[in-house]
């Protein structure tokens, strides 16, 4: 694992291609994302059921592309009690934190009578897409399924892509636990187009959310508009902060972690100490002997991981503000002595004891969260992602009079005549027939 020093000449230029890697889509993906889109937009089942034959290699119509009742309880049946009272663990956790998040309606009124307010609703229907195909990931199925359950949401829809007729008899435990009501056997673009557009077996819904690849997240960011989105997910990352007082084994195996994600994925650990930093590059390179997924981590260690030396804690912590990461690790001895320090990141874990392994399964938060610099301004998935808000205005007569004057300045600012005349038709004689 190479090692960076911030007075490199290169160092800016290197920050830069590892925060810029996967935000410029090739524009051949484009175009055939948007044939697939628009194709499922006109043709409905029909291109869905091709595209999955064609991308997935199997042959759906439908009465098989939803999850049957006896499929659903099949699977239940073939998982063992062990993976059930996983499931029921992290279902319990995570639906714990997201209960904390809920928001009400509120109403205010002022002493001149207007009332003011906000009425907060569930969306009527959500699709949560969860990556698949030869991997399971109910994980996924759980963060994404479990926050819209608590918002109240009418129908929760999933999508999952299968290699096989079959679905994951994990996924479905998951999506059971975790309040969706059909599951559907289709991934990749064309779920995504088919959950925007609706066809003749999967009802069109209000907001998708949910991570995929390259393809998937393409898909999303054109039919945006035309339903909601969480975010544009793009590769995994992880930024570890170390004042070397934590074994270099773990910090290594935590940048390995993310790096077996994806060829893709970008793995850092910052560090004013030069001596941590070789002994976690020794690390990184001796636990890659070892890993299922050796050649997918150090590729991505190769392309986009790096050990950064930095002058001291403050510039460690600057540079992990401008990568605003996916994942932050604070692996220092007082770690909440840096957290107002801390501006940027998706989710931040505390210490040597708490690997952002565990926020991917058990600790609660959702693991459904913004990447390539976007926590800059965007937040994890939560409960607020799966209800609107509808703002509540009443003028009585008298607030009306005394208000409609600045109001009818502001039409005449604006030069909009009608605007003004809709306030003094109320003013010369109250709205109300019946007085």
Known sequence: ????????????????????????????????????????????????????????????????????AEEKASALQNISTADRDLLDLAARRIEAFHRKQTVNSWFTVEDDGVELGQLIRPLERVG??????????????????????????????????????????????????????????????????????????????????????????????????????????GPSEIVIISDGTVRASVVAADLLSQAEHDEMASALLLTPVKEFALDVAAEVDSQLKDLRKSAIASRSIEDYGAIIVTKDMDEALSIANRFAPEHLELMVRRPRELLGKVKNAGALFLGGSSPEVLGDYIAGPNHILPTGGTARFSSPLGVYDFVKRTSIISFSDASLRKHGESVKRFTEIEGLDAHGKSITARLTRPSSKIS
């Open 1 to 68: 694992m190479r090692i960076v020093y911030t007075d490199d000449q290169s160092f800016e230029a290197e920050m830069s291609r590892i925060h810029n890697r996967g935000t410029v889509v090739d524009p051949l993906i484009s175009e055939a994302v948007n044939k697939i889109v628009r194709d499922v937009a006109e043709r409905g089942d029909a291109a869905l059921f091709e595209y999955t034959k064609k991308f997935d290699g199997i042959a759906l119509d439908g009465t098989s592309v939803e999850v049957s």
């Open 128 to 233: 949560i897409y969860a990556p698949g195909g030869l991997a399971a990931y109910p994980s996924t199925v759980l963060m994404g399924a479990i926050p819209a359950k608590v918002a109240g949401v009418g129908e929760i829809i999933l999508t999952t892509p299968s290699k096989v007729k079959e679905i994951n008899p994990l996924i479905i435990a998951a999506a059971n636990i975790g309040g969706v009501h059909r599951i559907f056997k289709v991934g990749g673009a064309q779920a995504i187009a088919a959950l925007a557009y609706g066809t003749a077996s999967i009802t069109a819904v209000d907001k998708i959310v949910g991570p995929g690849n390259v393809y998937v997240a393409t898909a999303k960011k054109m039919v945006y508009g035309i339903v909601g989105i969480d975010m544009i997910a």
